[in-house]
């Protein structure tokens, strides 16, 4: 119940920001307006490009990285291990209904 509530005040929340962003007038332009010509003036744009450069060699040497170990992990365990013991059916729902109280 607590949860539902908690989702209720962040969707309420979540539409009252969307309102005021769209519909109340900051100066000349509303939130989201100004927030617009913002992500499209020249200096924003410029800000994107060099970030951009600057992190690029970055990006790079995190994807040949993250690459590399994929490949060694494909090499080291081409297929996933089968499961070690076999859990029956009732075992199973019993795990669940377990799971199910703690959940609440």
């Known amino acids: 119940m607590f949860r539902l509530l908690k989702l209720g005040i962040a969707l309420m929340g979540l539409v009252l920001f969307a309102w005021f962003g769209l519909t109340v007038k900051l100066g000349p ?7 617009r010509a913002i992500g499209q003036s020249k200096e924003s744009q410029e800000l994107v490009d060099g970030t ?39 075992d199973r729902q019993a795990l669940h209904r377990l799971i199910r109280r703690v959940d609440r």
């Open 29 to 35: 332009q509303t939130l989201f307006q100004h927030l």
């Open 52 to 90: 951009k450069q600057a992190a690029g060699p970055l990006v790079d040497d995190v994807r040949r990285r993250i690459g590399g170990k994929k490949e060694e992990q494909v090499a080291a365990h081409p297929e996933p291990a089968p499961p070690e013991e076999h859990v029956s059916h009732a």
